[in-house]
RNA sequence: GUGGCCGUAGCUCAUCAGGUAGAGCACCGGAUUGUGGCUCCGGAGGUGGGGGGUUCGAGACCCCUCGGCCACCCCA
């Protein structure tokens, strides 16, 4: 084994994936074509600065796990920890937000976490954002575009909706107070990690999965208490637009997210078919993030999908993707006969564009040819030796179920194909 | 960053109360010489993750290190 490897966490995404990431990566371009979305493309390194002010200074994901480094000036850069960021950068930096903007973009993020099931250190999200849009019917919108997704996927029995409205920084602001309070008075029945948060991230606390601080927070403050009116009726109206459209819900008062920037509606959809790893898209609204990012003021809505936790969940859920194979082999033994097998392997990928056909390459016997030909998957094998390529014919082998081969014209191929494919 | 389990042929694993490694699958070749799938025969393939230690002798025991999986944490 040779002594370069790939960086712990960033992995080879190999050809017998690739069927899932491509089913996953069309389906996700032609719903959001549907719903008139825009694909944006960014840079997968920003300055370090955006991410501070955008995250958060005091998450996680900005104190442990970036990727930063020094560019050759001095500069400090960072690789993408996420994508909204970079895509409000963007918005903000070539003026996309004199009128509202619905975006998506794909690609992937760094975060130096400790590798398991369903989280590693490169990963790939689709970002969706929703720029300009102030009420709920946006919110609304972006989840149906999930939930379409989830059925185009054949997942929608895989994964369930989780909502909650955290308000506005100023009600966060007073809850976390009165949570704080609380807490600090129960502080010795606390886990560990809570404890810590107390003083880092209360809001955590909310969704932690220690039984006896779930407890706990059963007497504590609601965060509901605390919601202004508008952010009650915004909730109540995106409520009211699920339910008309029929996609089911869990309102969940404890959903906080991890970011800094989001406020009101926070959304996330779940499985319980990854283990640890169950959240497999979510977003929210971040209305102040624009503004805080030096552009005028606009609200705003978004979410993102983990790639990989779909490409295990549609691996889990749709095992028969056919992995990628061929249609025809071609199999040819002999100067003339490989000549000949060329020539008219080119003429047949002009006249017939998308069918697939392998040419064997790299000699051998008929008989290694063959097997080689059956292992492809291909249906059909065209067979040329001496004798066809003496007499201007092909030999055409079915590989599955019934059916003689046949010696037929190079004349007479394409409408024996038409017959056999 | 913390913890548990694990690291033997390309893959899945076995062996062994410590004496210099095996199986299945995959791969290559053959079964009267231009043909696959089933069967049979044969072959190639491992410095036993890496380093150090204990021992006459270690893949097997100890330490370190790297890596993997899962969980905590974090989050998509």
Not at 198 to 222: C, E, F, V, Y
Not at 262 to 271: A, I, P, R, S
Request: aromatic share 6%.
């Amino acid at each position: 084994m040779s002594d370069i490897r790939a960086i712990r966490g960033m992995n080879d995404i190999l050809p017998r994936d690739i069927a899932y990431w491509q089913y996953l990566e069309k389906a996700v371009a032609a719903v959001l074509a549907g719903y008139g979305y825009s694909e944006i493309r960014l840079p997968i390194v920003e300055q370090t600065a955006l991410f501070e002010r955008s995250i958060g200074e005091v998450t996680d994901i900005v104190e442990k796990e970036m990727y930063t480094f020094a560019d050759r000036n001095g500069d400090s850069l960072t690789l993408r920890p996420e994508g909204t960021a970079g895509c409000v950068r963007a918005a903000i930096q070539q003026g996309l937000l004199g009128s509202p903007q619905k975006l998506w973009y794909t690609g992937p993020m760094f975060r130096h976490e400790r590798p398991q099931k369903g989280r590693q250190r490169q990963f790939h999200q689709v970002g969706v954002e929703a720029l300009g849009i102030a009420t709920p019917d946006m919110d609304a919108e972006l989840i149906l575009v999930c939930a379409r997704l989830w059925r185009q996927l054949g997942l929608e029995d895989a994964v369930t909706l989780e909502l909650n409205s955290i308000g506005s920084s100023a009600a966060r602001r007073a809850f976390r107070e009165s949570l704080v309070e609380y807490l600090r008075a129960r502080e010795d029945a606390l886990d560990e990690d809570s404890q810590r948060r107390l003083h880092s991230n209360p809001l955590r606390i909310l969704d932690s999965k220690n039984a006896q601080t779930q407890a706990l927070l059963d007497g504590a403050p609601s965060l509901e208490e605390f919601l202004d009116e508008e952010a009650r009726e915004d909730f109540a109206t995106l409520c009211s637009l699920l339910d008309a459209a029929g996609v089911a819900y869990r309102i969940n008062r404890r959903l906080v997210r991890g970011l800094d920037y989001y406020n009101k509606t926070v959304f996330e959809w779940v499985t319980d078919a990854l283990g640890a790893q169950g959240t497999v898209c979510a977003g929210g609204r971040y209305d102040g993030l624009v503004a805080q990012l030096g552009g005028r003021d606009t609200p705003a809505v978004g979410f993102a999908m983990g790639l990989e936790r779909l490409v295990l969940l549609l691996q889990q859920f749709q095992p028969d993707l056919a992995p990628p194979g061929a249609d025809v082999y071609v199999v040819a033994l002999g100067d003339a006969a490989q000549r000949q097998a060329l020539v008219s392997t080119e003429a047949l990928r002009t006249r017939r564009a998308g069918l697939r056909i392998h040419a064997h390459s790299g000699g051998g016997s008929f008989k290694s040819q063959m097997k080689k030909a059956d292992k492809s998957g291909a249906a059909l094998a065209l067979v040329w030796g001496d004798d066809e390529a003496a007499s201007d014919t092909v030999t055409v082998k079915p590989l599955r179920g019934q059916g003689e081969q046949v010696t037929l014209a190079l004349s007479e191929l394409d409408t024996a194909l038409d017959g056999l494919l």
